[in-house]
């Protein structure tokens, strides 16, 4: 494939016109130092490109893509770590507006008990431009407890609780005029216009349009499941390698992540009571480096489960299923679904008292950071299965429906545990093939699929 004209492109993956299969090497870059860049520097066949060399595979920042991605030429085979608008999904405000606009439509074409499935987000403003409809909400219920959340920043910064007007009077002062700096600047989103459609400008040449810094109020969830006292979210990571047609794998490993300090909301200004960020709680007088605030995602449903029974456990772990498809459903029009990209999601899930999942965030740079050993084999495995699906090597057939800890749980449709094209007619016996926080036995899963791969391929040689 030759290189654009235009001399303001970069190409990359040209250098040796190979056919994907027929590549020697993989080259591979990125500038996450941590556990990825184990993971990549000990993969069979990869090789680290450094500096301005040309790549097959580049895990990115979100920066590097906001400023490059439209100026790249890539050829078939490259691959990348975002899609370029991952933001629709990413950043709170827009994630809410895609989901409420999502859930109107579903009200609209299939009646108000489908969109109701779309009831798992908190109320949900965006501040400034939303500050006299959160007023009237906030005159409605008085006295209850709502969080502030900067759009764009993560780790928990700049987050705080409160109950009174008077708080959030003071964070608008304190924000009017305030412009944000080169490094918290986040992406602007492609106006959209009265149909719903994006203008075709380039959310760089709009970037400055934001003039302050953007926050979401939401109610805040004052009933989570407590478990010792202590509050805790969870963090589940969901791969996207297509939009159009949507095709999502769900990771059975996840963990759990917990406060420090007892649950009271007597105290809504202490950020170890009620930010589970490991961010915030590692600077806790209380943290303990090696034990760290986590548990596996497999410890929390079978405590669940001894607590609660299996069905609970089970019906909890569908409505969970349901906000990873919706939520990926909800940007589905509006995401750039290039064939170049793939995304590995963190979604943070909150659970109350009668075991609702209730969707916070999703992030598009989960951390890969491990916090402990435990930590690093999940995220060790987690990568490398990444890396299985996304499938540089081309050994896959594009027909297997899980691969390592992943299990493809929507492709164009739902998928099915059973074997064969499920009738979805009734849906009385259909089970969707997921199976988080179930058994891992990731390494016996691929030494079978790769087995099975290398004969399929000599029997047809």
Known sequence: MSRPKNQNYKGHGLSKGKEREQRASIRFKTTLMNTLMDVLRHR???????????????WCDVSWLRENFDHTYM??????????????????????????????????????LEAAKCDFFPKTFEMPCEYHLFVEEFRKNPGITWIMKPVARSQGKGIFLFRRLKDIMDWRKGTAGKKLTGLEAPPARNAVNPSGSHD??????????????????????????????????????????????????????????????RFTLSSIDDQYVHLTNVAVQKTSPDYHPKKGCKWMLQRFRQYLASKHGPEAVEALFSDMDNIFVRSL?????????????????GYDILIDQNLKPWLLEVNASPSLTASSQEDYELKTCLLEDTLHVVDMEARLTGREKRVGGFDLMWNDGPVSREEGTPDLSGMGNFVTNTHLGCVNDRSNQLKQLFRSLQSQKKASS
């Open 44 to 58: 069979p066949g990869w090789v680290e490109v450094k500096d301005e060399g040309e790549w097959d595979f580049y």
């Open 75 to 112: 050829d078939e085979h490259v691959r990348i770590s975002h899609f370029r608008n991952h933001y629709e999904l990413t950043r709170k405000n827009y994630m809410v507006k895609n989901l409420k606009r999502f859930r109107k439509q579903l009200e609209r074409e299939a009646g108000k």
């Open 200 to 261: 075709s400008r380039s959310s760089d040449d709009q970037k400055d349009e934001i003039p302050v810094e953007n926050y979401v109020a939401q109610r805040y969830i004052e009933n989570p499941y407590l478990i010792g006292g202590r509050k805790f979210d969870l963090r589940v990571y969901v791969l996207v390698m297509s939009y159009i047609p949507l095709r999502a794998w769900l990771y059975r490993d996840g963990f759990a992540r917990f406060s420090n300090t």
């Open 329 to 345: 459903q909800s940007v589905q029009k509006v995401i750039i679904s290039d064939k170049h990209c793939f995304e590995l999601y």
